[in-house]
């Protein structure tokens, strides 16, 4: 037993020494570790001449569940997450036009109804069809577009602190971009635990190292990611109130009590609007619940699709 503890510390050793050494090279590597666990693995798919990065895990036979990431997010917002759900359903999280590794375009519009659009042609590329669809603050706001417009495609819409309504009680975030500011943007690499503060309740474990890593890339595509949160701020065509009475399918929304982003109040504005829709505010929870607990947010998931 003493070799082997001796054995995994080195290793451990070994790994952490790797991890400070090489970071971006051992990031790589503990992002793979994690989608091997969780039973998801990268693919893409070229669609109408771009390609689309993608995990996906599950059988192909089962019934199939497609996440949306945030703004400024990626496709491993879901990997934690779908640990929970590729034992019983097929995966598919895209890296949204504009995030991740997908190519960023200049000259594109990034406006939710474009990149609605966008989605639809990925959604046949890769034969989803009867789909639960589940969508986190942006991904939740183009989820809700995408089911209103492709409405027999939907089994069911799960919205995670979701876009697209005007909150009764505005939040830190939506303060400060009244006054000009945008703290979803760094201004520095080290800003970058200001950013993970804000967003979760109670920060995600990421690893020193990684930690750096994800800090210079998030910083490298900052100026990228205002063009797109600026053409969103000022789309006002796609607002969720007058859509979301004509939305038929079961609808979870899921909020965490805490979120700094988007406050927990947008709930008291959709909850009227969608009077058959199961309602989850989960506590202690911030902005990106997935990532926050993503076994108790799964749970509510599951129990949601269970319980249709």
Do not use: C
Request: aromatic share 10%; charged share 20%.
């Amino acid at each position: 037993m003493k070799k082997v503890a001796l054995l995994l510390l080195f290793a451990v050793a070994a790994l952490v020494g790797l991890m400070a050494v090489f970071p971006d090279d051992a990031t790589r590597v503990a992002f793979s570790l994690e989608r091997v666990r969780s039973g998801v693995h990268p693919t893409s798919v070229v669609v109408d001449g771009n390609t689309w990065h993608y995990l996906e895990g599950g059988s192909a036979d089962a019934p199939a569940v497609l996440l949306l990431h945030g703004f400024g997010g990626d496709k491993d917002n879901w990997t934690r997450f779908s640990n929970y759900l590729t034992d019983d359903f097929r995966v598919v999280a895209p890296d949204l036009p504009g995030f991740g590794d997908s190519v960023r375009h200049a000259d594109w519009d990034y406006s939710l109804s474009a990149q609605r659009d966008r989605l639809a042609a990925f959604i046949r590329a890769v034969s989803l069809d009867r789909f639960h669809i589940v969508g986190n603050s942006m991904g939740g706001h183009l989820a809700a577009l995408y089911t209103h417009q492709y409405p027999k495609r939907i089994r069911s819409l799960a919205l995670f602190n979701n876009a697209g309504v005007e909150a009764p009680t505005p939040s830190e975030v939506q303060l400060a971009v009244e006054r000009g500011e945008n703290p979803l943007i760094l201004s520095s690499p080290e800003d970058f635990d200001r950013l993970v503060t804000l967003v979760s309740h109670k920060p995600p474990f990421i690893p020193w190292p990684a930690r750096r890593a994800l800090a210079k890339q998030t910083f490298e595509y900052a100026a990228f990611n205002q063009t797109i949160f600026d053409t969103y701020k000022d789309d006002r065509s796609t607002g969720l109130e007058p859509i979301l009475p004509e939305i038929a399918a079961p609808v979870l929304i899921l909020w965490g009590e805490y979120d700094r982003v988007l406050d927990v109040s947008s709930v008291d504005v959709m909850r009227p609007l969608l009077p058959r829709a199961e309602v989850v505010i989960m506590r202690d929870t911030g902005h990106i619940p997935m990532l926050e607990r993503p076994a108790e947010t799964a749970r509510h998931f599951r129990a949601f699709v269970d319980g249709l």
